[in-house]
T-cell receptor, first 114, second 117 residues
Framework: KQEVTQIPAALSVPEGENLVLNCSFT??????LQWFRQDPGKGLTSLLL?????REQTSGRLNASLDKSSGRSTLYIAASQPGDSATYLC?????????????FGKGTLLTVNP | EPEVTQTPSHQVTQMGQEVILRCVPI?????FYWYRQILGQKVEFLVS????????KSEIFDDQFSVERPDGSNFTLKIRSTKLEDSAMYFC???????????????FGPGTRLTVL
C-alpha cells in the first residue's frame, strides 16, 4: 500500500529565503506526482505535476524535482514571500489502473514571516 | 479560467440525517472524484467515477455513500445516514482524461465542510 510522507511537518522562514519541502513515497511504481497548495479551510490548488518520466518541473518561483527510484520529490520555493504561507501537499498516482486516484501526504505547513 | 465548484460551502446536519453534497466539475472533463479530509488528517480518496459508473472506491466508501451524475453538469455525493465520524471537508475533483496537455492533472473544488452533530 502506497504511503506518502512529508518532512518537515511545519516550517517557518523569514521572507526572501529559499526553501525546500520534502516528499517521500514507499512504492516507487508511480505514474505521476502532484504538488498542491492548501490555504486554511480552503480547497487544493494544483501547483505542479511531474510525470514519472520527468525529473523536474518549474513554474515561476517553484521547482519540483522527482527521483522515482529513491521514492523522493522536493519542492523548491525561491525568494519566499508572506503570500506563500500555506500548507503544501504532495500526492502520487500509482502505476496501473486508469482511475488516477491520488494518495496524499499530510502536508508541510509553511509560514513566511515578513 | 474554468474551475470546479461545490455547494454548499458548509453543511451542518444531525446524526442520522441524509446529506447531498454537490459539485460541478469542469466541463469536458471525463473523470470525477470525491476525497475527504478529516480535520488534521490526510486527504483521503473516496471514489472515482467515469462513464456514468463508479470505477474505483475505497474502503471508506461503504453502503452509506453513493454518487450520481444526475445531468450533464452536476456530480453529487450522498451520505444516507450521517455519523459523527463523517464530519470532514469533502473535496470534489475532476480530470480531463483526453489526450493532450493536462490530461492527468486533477483539479479540486473549494470543498464542503460537513459538520455532523
Amino acid at each position: 500500500k502506497q504511503e506518502v510522507t512529508q518532512i518537515p511537518a511545519a516550517l517557518s522562514v523569514p521572507e526572501g529565503e529559499n526553501l525546500v519541502l520534502n516528499c517521500s513515497f514507499t512504492d516507487s511504481a508511480i505514474y505521476n506526482l502532484q504538488w498542491f497548495r492548501q490555504d486554511p479551510g480552503k480547497g487544493l490548488t494544483s501547483l505542479l505535476l511531474i510525470q514519472s518520466s520527468q525529473r523536474e518541473q518549474t513554474s515561476g518561483r517553484l521547482n519540483a524535482s522527482l527521483d522515482k527510484s529513491s521514492g523522493r520529490s522536493t519542492l523548491y520555493i525561491a525568494a519566499s514571500q508572506p503570500g506563500d504561507s500555506a500548507t503544501y501537499l504532495c500526492a502520487v498516482k500509482n502505476s496501473g489502473g486508469s482511475n488516477y486516484k491520488l494518495t496524499f501526504g499530510k502536508g508541510t505547513l509553511l509560514t513566511v514571516n515578513p | 479560467e474554468p474551475e470546479v465548484t461545490q455547494t454548499p460551502s458548509h453543511q451542518v446536519t444531525q446524526m442520522g440525517q441524509e446529506v447531498i453534497l454537490r459539485c460541478v466539475p469542469i466541463s469536458n472533463h471525463l473523470y470525477f472524484y470525491w476525497y475527504r479530509q478529516i480535520l488534521g488528517q490526510k486527504v483521503e480518496f473516496l471514489v472515482s467515477f467515469y462513464n456514468n459508473e463508479i470505477s474505483e472506491k475505497s474502503e471508506i466508501f461503504d453502503d452509506q455513500f453513493s454518487v450520481e451524475r444526475p445531468d450533464g453538469s452536476n456530480f453529487t455525493l450522498k451520505i444516507r445516514s450521517t455519523k459523527l465520524e463523517d464530519s470532514a471537508m469533502y473535496f470534489c475533483a475532476s480530470r480531463p482524461g483526453l489526450p493532450g496537455s493536462g490530461l492527468n492533472e486533477q483539479f479540486f473544488g473549494p470543498g464542503t465542510r460537513l459538520t455532523v452533530l
